[in-house]
């Protein structure tokens, strides 16, 4: 790529507010280049998924605007989201209906068809395919949601990656999971991005797990409090800023990492 | 047998019952499935009884000469519409709480509403009103079959068509959103082509027996069986036998079919959570070899011998 590619995210003096009326952002002003392993970090309620749901053009902003691959978020939400592949929170996926592990990964491909979206031999190879990678292929009859909540984790990430579009949108897919469905979820995703042409923003509130492979790190607490490459905004100063004053950085064989009272060393080898 | 499909060739009223009845358990399996999948099964009543209150002004603005060409089940379906669109507004962000109190709220107003009027006109009209509250399969005229059966059959081609979109509304609005798909058309019209369905629905057979169709069958099912489509096929046939029983038991005893099929439409959601229950108890009691490594098995075995002495102490 080149430097006068389109930008990946751009923002100009975005403010975005709850459905309750409170401000979920305010003056946020950034710009990510593309392609990219973006990240985007900060305690809960800083406004993380706000920001990615108003770049897909499922907010509407009270101020400023959003724009992701050159396309404004609200006149042309629909360019955006033929290229966006999303994983939301898990807890947002409704357990009621019987749907199996394969219905979920289809899902991925069917929703970027034209009804009457029949699976072709195709998508059901990259479906399974994409299991694969997350170690979970031979659960592909298994009801969804009899699985752990690391197994369904992995089941969404396989959604994304099965699915097609040059932007994968991940909110939150680490938490909650196991080491193991951590690790295997993070694999993927690393493997996926250096194989293919695609950009990855990722929503987390623990960046440890990723810090190695992420270009872009965009800390955030209801505004933009840093922007850079993970060791920069692995700066106790700033940290702080976002975390409150019980947040440190460790030193360890070159790398930073953060200690906040929801993120221990110990989960990290 | 021969004496049974004689009585049904000379009774055209049985005729149309059991034309209803199909008809009735389509709906539910096309409708309710999905209403119990969204976790809106309060719709289905809150549509029915908005039915009867636009009945109730339908009933009104005939009687008092206001608006004369417009018939009651215009009224019905203009109130049911409405509800389901109040209902699909507040649950656009996909959170079903909303949805439901939404369904609560207009429940409240269409009854208020419909018992307001009750006192504006002519009483030996109100017993209409309460046809739409306990309704009779057994006293429909060919006009209500007509528009029960056409409706049905528009419910069945969308559904059929945009199964899948339904499914997805249900499972996962916002992503379904993200990835290109119109989820917000789709969710309005699940829901309105329902409560149109379920508006001339409630006209057959009664706001009672149309929530006890529409929610119980697809709840039982959506218990046991693990497939959307087995789900909706279970519901049409528990939803038709629960019907067909009822009309039969009315022609043996004195007892409304309506009142029937509701019972054995409750029992069944019932009976679906008692066999859960022993299922899901065999599935524990089950080792299968092939699953668990033998060391897993050990400590298994341990732990259940372990709980059995625990269980003894108590």
Partial sequence: ?269 | MIDIIQIIIESPFLQRALLAAILIAIIAAASGTFLVFRGLSFMASGVAHAALGGTALGIFLQDSGLVPWFDPILGALLFSVLVAAFTGYAGESGITQKMEVAVGVSFALSMSFAVFLMYYIPPYKVPLIWGYLIGDILLLNDLDIFMLGSTTLLLAVITLMFNKEFVYVSVDMEGSTAHGMNARAYHYLMLIVSALAIALATKAVGAILVYAIMVAPAAASNELVKSVRGVIFAVFLIALVAELVGIAASFVVFVSPSAIAGILAALSYILALQIKRVRDRVDVDIDDPDLSPDDLKETWNHAVTHEHEDGHEH
């Fill in chain 1, 1 to 269: 790529m080149t430097a006068t590619a389109t930008p990946l995210i751009e923002a100009h003096d975005l403010a975005v507010r709850y459905p309750n009326g409170a401000l979920a952002l305010h003056h946020v002003s950034f710009e990510i280049k593309s392609p990219s392993f973006m990240a985007i970090i900060g305690p809960n309620g800083s406004g993380k998924s706000t920001l990615v749901k108003t770049a897909l053009g499922l907010i509407k902003p009270s101020r400023g605007t959003i724009k992701v691959m050159g396309y404004d978020s609200q006149k042309k939400s629909g360019k955006i989201r033929k290229q966006v592949r999303y994983v939301p929170q898990r807890d947002r996926i409704d357990l009621t209906v019987p749907m199996k592990v394969k219905d979920i990964v289809l899902m991925g491909r069917l929703l970027k068809k034209l009804p009457p979206r029949f699976a072709t031999s195709k998508d059901i190879a990259a479906a399974k395919d994409a299991l694969q990678q997350v170690n979970m292929e031979d659960l592909w009859e298994r009801p969804f949601p009899e699985l752990s909540g690391g197994q369904r984790q992995r089941v969404l990430v396989a959604r994304a990656l099965a699915s097609e579009g040059s932007i994968l949108v991940l909110d939150e897919p680490l938490s909650g999971t196991d080491v193991e469905s951590q690790n295997l979820i993070v694999n993927a995703l690393r493997r996926y991005h250096k194989e293919n042409d695609v950009s990855i923003i990722m929503i987390t509130h623990d960046l440890n797990p990723i810090h190695t492979l992420v270009e872009d790190v965009l800390l955030l607490k209801n505004t933009v409090i840093g922007i850079g490459e993970p060791c920069s905004i692995m700066d106790p100063e700033l940290i702080k800023k976002v975390y409150g004053p019980t947040a440190k950085v460790v030193e360890h064989s070159g790398h930073r990492y953060c200690m906040t009272h929801d993120s221990g060393l110990d989960r990290h080898d």
